[in-house]
């Protein structure tokens, strides 16, 4: 087979790595050499965190939850912590004869600081479809968030992330819009359904439950409508929904033997980005029955199904939403602000009350040179009514984090 020398230039496709900075794509020239007729592309990231979080749950870099006032003397204090850990690379692999392109990307966000596979998938191109085999992004939103934390803001967190998948899209021109449309059957996808661990009976009588095994894929269905506006680039609606079919287990099978038993979650969301001029408004909604961990709570996550010793389960319903501007006065200069809510309710678990988040996201964007950028962000979050679950006995309490986050893109 011949040999090809080739430009390595960053991969237009980094959306899924590169959106949760939230920084502009760069390119970089150089070689690499590949055997047939694929042509490869080399892409990356140096990502360099620095956070101070104070009364805030977990590690710095993985927080998006207050710590109740009364937890111990860590409630009021504040905690520094540096990753580089996030830092990709990968390659995007492209073979025209074939109609096919894939890609390999790894990170070293791992114990220790060890690579690990992040993506890895082949897609065929066909006239008008496409088919996606391997492991990539799920389908359902991921990044309705303008923070560049790598946690997102309680609500849309997400808690899953890079799947297997089979998916099947498609493109459909429009003339001044264009509208994709996506199918996919997403393995490993049952950690929408969470639990919370309430393995002592909540005060209504009710544990938690866990899953102890999945039969069928998640099933996710996605619509993007892209269309000009007049006003500055294209606007952006989207739709998504899922049905996660899963087999659950009480956390404490001594008081309810509820083991076993098959629950059907489903979740859908909708979203609008416009941008206008030097502005971008933007808001996401999203709602769940049973897969409350599309939230991504950091700590304190309402289980997604309870049981009594009666074995009468109760599921969860989670309601998330958000809103966020930008504006860049200058190309080298973007500052933006949002807000994000999320609710949990379970009448008959909770009686009636309703946990809640609520964040302040503001930030600033600078991009130093073309190729690297430098983000300065501070959050507020405040959790209410949280005593309901269980888990804490603090009805209201709230954290802060602070973050510089510099990255490098190739």
Sequence with gaps: MKKRLISLVAAAALVGGVAVAGAPQVAKAGTVTVKGDTQATLYGFVWAEYNWINQATGDADHSNMP????????????????????????????????????????????????????????????????????????????????????????????????????????????????????????????????????????????????????????????????????????????????????????????????????????????????????????????????????AGLSDYQPASYYVNANGDDEDTEMYAFNINATVSPMPCLTVGGEYDYVEFKNDSVFDGTKPKVHTFVGNVKIDTTKYTTLTLEWRHFKAKDFDATGLVSDDDFSGDQFYALYMYKF
């Design 67 to 294: 710590i109740p006032d009364n937890d111990g003397y860590l409630y009021d204090k504040t905690k520094a912590e540096t990753s580089v850990g996030v830092t990709r690379i990968g390659f995007a692999f492209k073979n025209e004869d074939a109609n096919l392109e894939g890609r390999i990307e790894g990170g070293f966000f791992h114990e220790g600081n060890n690579f690990r596979l992040r993506r890895a998938y082949v897609q065929h191109n066909f006239d008008n479809f496409y088919v996606l085999i391997g492991q990539e992004w799920i389908l359902e939103e991921n990044f309705a968030s303008i923070s560049a934390g790598f946690t997102a803001p309680a609500g849309f967190d997400e808690g899953i992330l890079r799947v297997p998948q089979l998916r099947i899209g498609t493109n459909i021109d429009l003339g001044s819009a264009n509208l994709d449309l996506a199918l996919a059957f997403e393995w490993g996808n049952k950690a929408a359904v969470s639990s919370s661990d309430q393995e002592k009976p909540t005060t209504t009588g009710y544990v938690s439950t866990s899953v102890d095994r999945y039969t069928f894929p998640t099933t996710a269905a996605r619509a993007v409508l892209h269309f000009e506006t007049g006003f500055g680039a294209p606007a952006k609606i989207y739709a998504w929904g899922s049905i996660t079919p899963v087999y659950v287990t009480a956390d404490n099978t001594t008081y309810s033997n509820y083991t076993d038993q098959s629950e059907t979650s489903y979740a859908f969301g909708a979203g609008v980005k416009v941008p206008v001029s030097m502005f971008t408004l933007g808001g996401n909604f999203q709602y769940s029955d049973g897969a409350t961990n599309y």
